[in-house]
Nanobody, 115 residues
């Protein structure tokens, strides 16, 4: 199994930035990709970005140019740098690890964009 712990959420003003972190532990050797998803109140959980072990990235269209996913393999940590934040980016952000044995989710971290 894989355990994921997200951090870095909080309250930020429109136009501001935040960096989320997701630290993985457990059977990390089985992970082939990691990603970020988000869920706003009353809405479904949506894809944000993924990164493979080889460093290939993929983004939702609405995040391209504003969000950047990266990873530090030495720290078993994935990051999501979020710039030019908008009120509609307000959501709980979840980290996901993808393994051959299945997917694992973190507990989520709240991001609120408001003046």
């Amino acid at each position: 199994q894989v355990q994921l712990v997200e951090s870095g959420g909080g309250l930020v003003q429109p136009g501001g930035s935040l960096r989320l972190s997701c630290a993985a532990s457990g059977s990390i050797f089985s992970i082939y990709a990691m990603g970020w998803y988000r869920q706003a109140p009353g809405k479904q959980r949506d894809f944000v970005a993924t990164i493979t072990n080889g460093g290939s990235t993929n983004y939702a269209d609405s995040m391209k140019g504003r969000f950047t996913i990266s990873r530090d393999n030495a720290k078993n940590t994935v990051y999501l740098q979020m710039n030019s934040l908008k009120p509609e980016d307000t959501a709980v952000y979840y980290c996901k690890s993808m393994t051959l044995g299945g997917d694992y989710w973190g507990q989520g971290t709240q991001v609120t964009v408001s003046s």
